[in-house]
């Protein structure tokens, strides 16, 4: 297992920290939590993937919530309005994905890598090959 350096990966959790407090309410708590599983999976080794792609989609794959304000969210009942305002959020967060990522100087491969897997990382998205 050898130890990943989190500096840039911490540097984008702490500006995204805002969003992640004004969202739903748990966002925080789910992103740090992600973030120290994504930490973890990528020092282990076992699967071969890129930390600079996973990592950041992970910490910005909900911060699109911090765009709605939690007083609004409440509007947004039934399953057609709940899935539209997702949809929404989605593309919010993958349009503030080349902004976030810009001063950390990502390429504009790893930045459409990275909004590749926010775009769908909602399993609900995801087709199922039988």
């Given at each position: 297992m050898q130890k990943l350096d989190t500096t840039i990966y911490d540097r984008i959790f702490e500006k995204v920290r805002p969003l992640l407090r004004?969202?739903?309410?748990?966002?925080?708590?789910?992103?740090?939590?992600?973030?120290r599983s994504i930490v973890l999976l990528c020092e282990?080794?076992?699967?071969?993937?890129?930390p600079?792609?996973?990592i950041p989609a992970g910490i910005l794959h909900d911060c699109g919530f911090g765009f709605v304000k939690g007083k609004y969210m409440?509007?947004?009942?039934?399953?057609?309005?709940?899935?539209?305002?997702?949809?929404?959020?989605?593309?919010?967060?993958?349009?503030?994905?080349?902004?976030?990522?810009?001063e950390f100087e990502f390429s504009e491969k790893e930045?459409?890598?990275?909004q590749e897997i926010i775009k769908y990382s909602d399993e609900e998205v995801l087709s199922i090959a039988n």
């Open positions: 004004s969202g739903r309410p748990g966002d925080y708590l789910h992103i740090k939590s992600v973030y282990e080794g076992t699967y071969s993937v890129n600079r792609v996973l409440n509007f947004f009942a039934g399953q057609s309005k709940v899935g539209a305002m997702r949809d929404a959020i989605n593309e919010l967060t993958v349009a503030y994905v080349p902004a976030c990522l810009k930045i459409t890598e990275i």
